[in-house]
């Protein structure tokens, strides 16, 4: 799901809604089985074979993501999880050539885009592993294991299957005239969200579905008109977010809009729906502030604002765990609270490409340089 850093116009293709998506895509890790331990005991380097960036696909591919007190990273035939301490706790060859992979909570849903096996790990181990009908374009998990892949399959846009975490599958939906872009699971295990592009040159915009896996009768829709949304993420109290080609908007969770964050007149850089009642934006610097400055706003889930940091450079990613915010900008990572007001700071020898703070904010995972680095 994303990288664009002018969002300024009105997306009416899906080769445009795709295109936004990569400002949530970052460069992909290849990591060894060996670590080896540099400076005193401040920082971990993990032996790297090269980077690239990611050819667009899935919001997460290639993405470190949090995997309860851990670090899971997706890179050429390897699924690896790590700790703050460098110590390797899985690492699985998976052989996949362009991995995409979903974290919440101790789960971790991997594939490969446009493959067809899925594992689901807990805690590192796998628990399920099934093959799909047709090829993988999109997966998540929830917070206890429930996940759901997206496939092409032949007179279908896009069927999406929703699995227990022991592989069985449990529903099924099918998109046949919009355009699939995204999905989550609720946290009850009860309810999947579903956000397709309607690209009618005359009414664009975006519609949302909400299927109640119990019900035969439980599925609602809506339509958004002139936003496109590219990503959305089901909060805890069952309220959701959809980050969006003109903006970010906050639903309850009957689907009546409870605010929204604007993105008019504004640049954004990155942004981060990934967590509940922590919601980031990175925008290039206001008109009165120094040339190639950025700041970073944090929203709760009324889309009131939390907090607010200016940066005199551009940020180059940002990454939420754990209640906090990582600022990736030039050769620093800066993990800031939700109120705006930095914690802690690192440094790295080379300008940063992609890092995520370890829960707690007193360490990071950071890329680098071409190393992937553990600081603390």
């Known amino acids: 799901m994303v990288k664009n850093t002018k969002i300024k116009e009105l997306i009416i293709t899906v080769a445009l809604a795709i295109a936004l998506l990569f400002f949530v895509v970052i460069a992909i890790f290849q990591i060894y089985e060996e670590a080896s331990i540099t400076g005193e005991g401040e920082r971990i380097v993990l032996g790297v074979s090269g980077a690239s960036n990611s050819p667009l696909g899935s919001a997460m591919k290639g993405k470190p993501s949090a995997v309860g ?41 991997v594939g490969d885009y446009r493959g067809r096996t899925v594992r689901m790990y807990k805690e590192g181990e796998v628990i399920s592993e099934i093959e799909c009908d047709g090829r993988v374009v999109s997966l998540v998990t929830n917070a206890n294991g429930f996940f759901a892949v997206a496939t092409e399959e032949t007179g279908y ?178 993990v800031v609270k939700p109120n705006g007001k930095i914690k802690k700071s690192f440094e790295a020898t080379s300008p940063i490409k992609s890092a995520i703070p370890f829960k707690g904010g007193s360490s990071a995972l950071i890329f680098a340089g071409g190393n992937t680095t553990i600081m603390r």
């Open 157 to 334: 846009n896009a069927v999406i299957t929703v699995y227990h975490k022991n592989g069985e599958a449990i529903y099924r939906y099918r998109i046949s005239k919009n355009t699939f872009i995204d999905m989550d699971i609720s946290a009850n295990n009860r309810t999947l969200i579903v956000i397709e592009a309607n690209v009618d040159l005359t009414t664009p915009g975006s519609n949302v579905v909400m299927a109640e896996f119990n019900r035969e009768d439980g599925q609602s829709e809506f339509f958004v008109e002139s936003n496109l949304y590219v990503n959305v993420h089901f909060n805890k109290n069952g309220s959701f977010v959809c980050l969006g080609s003109n903006g970010a908007d906050f639903y309850r969770s009957d689907g009546a809009k409870a605010g929204s964050v604007s993105f008019a007149g504004r640049s954004l850089h990155h942004a981060d729906i990934t967590e509940d009642d922590i919601f980031c934006f990175a925008f290039e610097g206001s008109e009165d502030a120094p040339v190639g400055s950025s700041v970073l706003e944090i929203y709760d889930k009324n889309a009131q604002l939390r907090g607010k940091t200016a940066f005199t450079d551009k940020i180059e990613h940002i990454s939420v765990n754990g209640g906090y915010v990582g600022v990736a900008h030039g050769k620093v990572f800066d």
């Open 69 to 109: 007190e851990h670090v899971a990273i997706v890179s050429g035939g390897n699924f690896t999880i790590v700790d703050k301490n460098a110590n390797i706790l899985t690492e699985s060859n998976f052989m996949l050539s362009d991995p995409i992979m979903h974290t919440r909570g101790k789960y971790c849903v």
